[in-house]
């Protein structure tokens, strides 16, 4: 696995492979996250990349978050509640050398808190498949004032899905086993 476009491009993040085998991790493929971040900078959502806040949701390797820092992203912040995944990401923001673009949380994310901080633009979301947490993930992160209104989401999922309500879908995309439901956040009481 490797960062695929902008200022981060080429670079070789953690191996996943055998000696990883515990972590369960799933990272979403170098063709897939190609696809993924030319769609968002096609234009059809304006940009919603560059300047943004990004939340990671399901972190896992961080190859998403990561990703979008590279091309222009000012911040992110990882959630992530695997122990090996959480190594295995931190060994990622110390190869990019972002540790100062980055936040790394280890919680449950279908359990978060009410956040100060200022609220994702961009939202990452890429749970276990198959186990319905992406969800509970997103009320947990829409309650909290962890999304901004407006915000874009992507979730990353096995099938289409439908998400809670405050949240719309407005596109669709299925690359093989995988699917990714764009969405967005919508503006109280729109």
């Given at each position: ?68 820092l590279s091309r222009g992203a000012t ?116």
């Amino acid at each position: 696995m490797r960062i695929i476009g902008g200022r981060l491009r080429g670079l070789k993040l953690a191996n996943v492979g055998k000696r990883r085998a515990g972590s369960q991790l799933r990272p979403t493929t170098d063709r897939v996250r190609e696809s993924l971040f030319s769609l968002l900078l096609g234009g059809r959502f304006e940009d919603p990349v560059t300047g943004a806040r990004v939340l990671d949701l399901f972190a896992g390797t961080g190859a998403l978050g990561l990703e979008a820092l590279s091309r222009g992203a000012t911040f992110a912040t990882f959630v992530e509640n695997g122990r090996t995944a959480s190594k295995i990401l931190q060994e990622n923001i110390a190869r990019a050398k972002v540790e100062q673009e980055t936040r790394l949380l280890r919680r449950d994310v279908t359990r978060l808190e009410r956040t100060t901080a200022e609220p994702a633009t961009l939202v990452f979301l890429d749970p276990p498949f198959g186990r319905h947490l992406g969800r509970p993930a997103l009320i947990s992160a829409q309650s909290g004032g962890w999304i901004a209104d407006g915000a874009l989401i992507v979730w990353e999922e096995a099938d289409e899905m439908a998400p809670p309500q405050g949240i719309a879908r407005i596109d669709f995309r299925r690359y093989g086993d995988i699917c990714l439901n764009i969405c967005r956040m919508e503006a109280p009481g729109a």
